[in-house]
């Protein structure tokens, strides 16, 4: 079954120092891989997504992502975090050769940034 | 450029009572996507809009949950009768296309089931 694993519930950072939030799939093939961050009371807000190319993806507020195929795993970093960072963060992804455009997301990860 | 609207953003029901949920998608978007959030857990696809036209429903529960998109634009998501699993935030969201075009979100619907 094709599958979405964010392995840590939570992830603490101190404000200013690097921050990686892990991703990893079961999915056949090389999926479109997709990032989303939700605030409280809000709806998810996408930040970036990975299609093809570079493996490298940049997206909003400074975010990136790195698409590693051999270890079936799309992490999202930051090299400085903010306070404002603190968030709940979802790693999504959708299979490639299918007719279907299902997007199956991961149970999310929450983000605390301490000053 | 107005995001997606969702209404109402609050709702508590009693078990076997029904509930209607309202989203009105970006303008000009083709693509409607209906999500169950349940406390927890990222959100699950429950149907997908294709301008008036299903794509996606096979999560839907089709005994109790029913979603129509009139004239492409707003549409509907509606439970009857309630169940308390069905407690959950419901998301409604918008693609200028299907696939990998990015999915804008509303702020979604709180339900509760008591």
């Known amino acids: 079954a094709q599958s979405v694993a964010q392995p840590e519930d939570q992830v603490n950072v101190a404000e200013g120092n690097p921050l990686t939030v892990k991703c990893t799939y079961s999915?056949?093939?090389?999926?479109?891989l997709f990032w989303y961050v939700q605030y409280p009371n809000r709806g998810l807000q996408f930040l970036l997504k990975y299609i093809t190319g570079d493996n490298l993806v940049k997206g909003s507020y400074g975010f990136e992502a790195e698409f590693n195929k051999s270890q079936t795993s799309f992490h999202l970093k930051k090299p400085s975090a903010l306070v404002s960072d603190s968030a709940l963060y979802f790693c999504a992804v959708r299979p490639r050769y299918s007719s279907a455009s299902k997007i199956i997301f991961g149970s999310g990860t929450r983000l605390s940034i301490r000053p | 450029e107005a995001g997606v609207a969702q209404s109402p953003r609050y709702k508590i029901i009693e078990k076997r009572q029904s509930v209607a949920f309202w989203c009105n998608p970006i303008s000009g978007h083709a693509t409607l996507y209906w999500y169950q959030q349940i406390l927890g857990q990222g959100p699950k696809l429950l149907i997908q809009?294709?301008?008036?036209?299903?794509?996606?429903d096979s999560q839907l529960p089709k005994d109790r949950f029913s979603a129509e998109r009139l004239k492409g634009v707003d549409s509907t998501l509606k439970i009857q009768p309630a169940k308390l699993e069905d407690s959950a935030v419901y998301l409604c969201?918008?693609?200028?296309?299907?696939?990998?075009?990015?999915?804008?979100f509303g702020p979604g619907t709180r339900l509760t089931v008591l």
């Open positions: 969201a918008s693609s200028r296309l299907e696939g990998t075009d990015t999915q804008y």
């Open positions: 999915v056949s093939g090389n999926p479109y």
């Open positions: 809009f294709q301008n008036n036209g299903v794509v996606d």
